[in-house]
Structures are given as structure tokens and as C-alpha cells.
């Protein structure tokens, strides 16, 4: 079931950079309530609202919710998912995901 769980989260994982991808629509659906409902919005944006300018908050925030996305996706845990992202994408690759997701992000509040 774990190697299943892993080649779903690298299948998800591979169009990630473009911004019109399906893993990064449903990303931006998990900040918008669509998962969680208007409180989970309500929440996200008041977050990004008060740390808009603050791009180490704002970096820590997305790497949570994208993480948490993919492991509510695939039904693994955090940890799980945390370690299967950060073994697919090379870590300069990574940082420039992060500052896509962080735009993604900025978008809900624009």
C-alpha cells in the first residue's frame, strides 16, 4: 500500500510546476474551502492577510498546506508525504515551488 501511496504522490508531483496543473487547481481549491469549508477559508486568509509581507511566514505556510493537501489526497500521513516530496523535487526545485505556491497562495487575498 506505501509504494502505491508513494507513485501516487510522484504522479502528482510530476506537472506540479506548471501553474494550470491539476495537482496545483486542487491546491489552490484546498486554501480556497473547498475541502474544509468556509471556516478552513476564512482561517487561510486571515493568515495571509497578516503575514503577506512576510515571506519566511508565508514560505512556512505554503509547505504545510501543500504537505497537508498531499497527504489528505492520498490518505498517508503528513510525515509520509512531507518525506515523499522532499525525496521527488531537488531542493533548488523545491524553493522555486514554494515561491510558485506562495503566489498561488497570494491569490486567494488578491
Known sequence: MTKLLKEVI??????VFEENSPTRRFFRCYLDGSYYGEQDYRNNVEYLEQYKANKKKLRSFVVFKFTKYMADDTGCSYGYAQKVIVNTIPKEKLE?????????????IA
Open 96 to 108: 522555486a515551488l514554494n515561491e510558485e505556491l506562495i503566489e498561488d497562495a497570494l491569490d486567494l
Open 10 to 15: 510522484e504522479a502528482d508531483l510530476r506537472d
